[in-house]
């Protein structure tokens, strides 16, 4: 089991920057491929970044390359997410989530955060 909270949301003007963290605990987190999910209101959750245990495999959605990134530091059992040039259009709840793979679909993640509100005034 593994638990994971998220921290780091709040209110940011358009053009700003955020880093939310997410903290693992319970089994071994280094073994996980962490995710980050975001889902604005009356939509679906969708991808925002994912990373491999290793720190050297990542990948992101179209939507948030160049501009996010993801990180993780195992001795620490957290992941990152810092967001640069936020727009409007990324206000949402943003949530971590661990799984055996790293992925892009969020049924491959098997433990999920309570999510962190992100909120960008444009």
């Known amino acids: 089991q593994v638990q994971l909270v998220e921290s780091g949301g709040g209110l940011v003007q358009a053009g700003g920057s955020l880093r939310l963290s997410c903290a693992a605990s319970g089994r071994t987190f280094s073994s996980y491929a962490m995710g980050w999910f975001r889902q604005a209101p009356g939509k679906e959750r969708e991808f925002v970044a994912t990373i491999q245990w290793s720190n050297l495999d990542t990948d992101y959605a179209d939507s948030v390359k160049g501009r996010f990134t993801i990180s993780r530091d195992n001795g620490k059992n957290t992941v990152y997410l810092q967001m640069n040039s936020l727009k409007a259009e990324d206000t949402a709840v943003y949530y971590c989530?661990?799984?055996?793979?790293?992925?892009?679909?969020?049924?491959?993640?098997?433990?999920w955060g309570q999510g962190t509100q992100v909120t960008v005034s444009s």
């Open positions: 989530a661990a799984g055996s793979v790293k992925a892009t679909t969020a049924r491959r993640y098997d433990y």
